[in-house]
């Protein structure tokens, strides 16, 4: 059974930080890319960071560029995503979800298996 579990998230002023995991069970990053997305209330599902299965090229939505960076660490099966400089905007839900195959975009039809996720709040 193929399952992500995403951790991480919480309540956090302007200009900090946090660093959500999505855990994954059933598949395996090397086979899988895995996509992070975000929903904040009343907005459709961004698609925000993705790394590929292969050799873990990450790419990201400009609305986090250069803010947010995706890691991942193989043996422990499982993805980071590491939030710099968060803002209020950032404010939402944030899930990440499994792809087979190198790489996948920021469509959610492209992805299999979804975590359940997690919130982040940024406010002062």
């Known amino acids: 059974q193929v399952q992500l579990v995403e951790s991480g998230g919480g309540s956090v002023q302007p200009g900090g930080s946090l660093r959500l995991s999505c855990a994954v069970f059933?598949?395996?990053?090397?086979?899988?890319?895995i996509g992070w997305f975000r929903q904040a209330p009343g907005k459709e599902r961004e698609g925000i960071a993705t790394i590929s299965s292969t050799d873990g090229t990450s790419t990201y939505a400009d609305s986090v560029k250069g803010r947010f960076t995706l890691s991942r660490d193989i043996a422990k099966n499982t993805v980071y995503l590491q939030m710099n400089n968060l803002k209020p905007e950032d404010t939402a839900v944030y899930s990440c979800?499994?792809?087979?195959?190198?790489?996948?975009?920021?469509?959610?039809?492209?992805?299999?298996?979804w975590g359940q996720g997690t919130q982040v709040t940024v406010s002062s």
């Open positions: 979800a499994a792809s087979r195959g190198n790489t996948a975009g920021f469509v959610m039809w492209e992805y299999d298996y």
């Open positions: 059933g598949v395996t990053l090397d086979h899988y890319a």
